[in-house]
């Protein structure tokens, strides 16, 4: 083309007919990219961006989203140019080195970016699935995307060098140990990516406590190089993905998935106020309907019990007897058993753990039927409200350390009148 048009400028007579031609090809290839990119980006990307924005489909929301038109459309650009270059210059000329070869890094850069458009696409309808939502994906398409941008930066440095992208990669063998080190963390993350998948470890959406980092929340992101937490305040704390290999967390995925969260509480019972039960205070006791069957089956076996030893019943000392403290453990397991908001089906009961300085504690060891966090807080705040009002009918003290008010209530006491 450029030899044609000098041939048609010299019959013109016109001087310095190389130039001028030259000018005239160069002024033609961006005429007619100009053309183009009009033509690209108001006539065909534009009305697919504005369709794309309007239309209810997820693909096509998150085409449009990620600028996968736009990219294409400067991709198709520099092609375009490039061909043009190639066509229309002379053949090993400077002018069409310097085009093709910018042309040539145009092509590759867009490409990388209409790449990284498509697996942002890519992940964006995979999240849209129950299955592979939980999978750490952004994590792995963030590795793709490292993958290829050096392979794409080795590329366009050995075209700009004019040298074999082979001896480059194979300069870099050299300079491993510093490539491990600039790219450790996501190496690592990577690799933590897939374990915490194939283990299946960790999900979107769990419920991760990881005091180390002070991490006690919902899991919102598993990244190349870290997971995001957004904490019950609404914090967002950030954790290095390896970590969840290197270190321990606690995830209560299986207690959402089980159906019942834990209560698991103590009250401290004050010793000195446990004792035998007298038979005004179990005839009292028997009224309550959760205690009667209780009370008779076991006052049964206790005076079958004393009968089959024959012995004097008159030393407290001696035979088995009802205590005020184990009545109401019993009381407090048939309260439960009828508690509308325990699970039935988990573990259920009442224990002693051993005694302390501080009393005797009582241990509620159950599940609630329901995993939500509020309706968990109220079930077990109504169970322990109940404890603390019926004790007092067992004849039983809750212990306390004395406070300020006591010690005052003590001076006003032993102060003379």
Avoid: C
Avoid at 81 to 94: D, E, T
Avoid at 222 to 242: A, C, E, F, Q, S
Avoid at 306 to 332: C, E, F, H, K, M
């Amino acid at each position: 083309m450029q030899q044609q048009i000098s041939q048609w400028l010299a019959t013109l007579g016109l001087e310095f007919s190389d130039v001028v031609s030259l000018m005239l090809v160069i002024g033609l290839i961006l005429l007619i990219s100009v053309v183009i990119h009009l033509v690209l980006h108001r006539v065909v990307v534009t009305p697919l961006q504005n369709r794309g924005q309007q239309s209810q489909r997820i693909w096509q929301q998150a085409i449009t989203q990620h600028k996968l038109f736009q990219r294409v459309a400067l991709l198709l650009q520099g092609i375009i140019i490039n061909l043009q270059a190639v066509l229309w210059l002379q053949n090993g000329s400077q002018t069409q080195a310097v085009i093709a070869t910018a042309a040539q890094v145009w092509i590759m850069a867009f490409a990388l970016l209409a790449l990284f458009s498509l697996l942002d696409t890519l992940l964006t309808l995979l999240r849209q699935s129950p299955i592979t939502q939980q999978l750490p994906l952004r994590g792995i398409f963030q590795g793709l995307k490292l993958v290829a941008a050096i392979f794409v930066g080795i590329m366009i440095v050995s075209l700009l060098m004019g040298r074999s992208p082979l001896l480059l990669l194979s300069g870099l063998g050299a300079m491993t140990a510093v490539l491990m080190l600039v790219f450790k963390d996501p190496i690592l993350g990577l690799v933590a990516g897939i374990q915490l998948s194939a283990n299946n470890m960790l999900k979107i959406g769990d419920w991760l406590e990881m005091p180390k980092y002070g991490a006690d929340g919902a899991v919102t992101d598993i990244g190349l190089t870290t997971v995001k937490v957004r904490n019950w305040d609404n914090t967002i704390t950030t954790i290095p993905t390896y970590a969840l290999i290197s270190d321990s967390f606690k995830n209560w995925r299986s207690m959402s998935e089980s159906g019942g969260r834990r209560i698991k509480r103590s009250i401290n019972i004050d010793i000195t106020s446990v004792h035998f039960l007298s038979e005004q205070e179990q005839q009292r006791l028997h009224r309550n309907p959760l205690l009667s069957r209780y009370l008779s089956a076991k006052t049964q076996e206790l005076k079958h019990y004393n009968q089959q030893i024959d012995i004097d019943l008159n030393s407290p000392l001696n035979g088995r007897r009802l205590t005020n403290v184990g009545t109401l453990r019993a009381y407090l397991v048939a309260y439960l058993q009828a508690h509308p908001g325990i699970h039935q089906n988990m573990t259920l009961m009442v224990r002693q753990l051993a005694p302390t300085p501080e009393g005797l504690p009582l241990e509620i060891y159950v599940f609630t039927n329901t995993t939500a966090w509020l309706e968990y807080e109220n079930i077990q705040a109504d169970i322990f409200d109940h404890i603390f009002a019926v004790t007092s009918e067992f004849d039983l003290r809750i212990h306390q350390t004395p406070s300020g008010n006591d010690m005052r209530n003590m001076l006003v006491r032993t102060e003379p009148a």
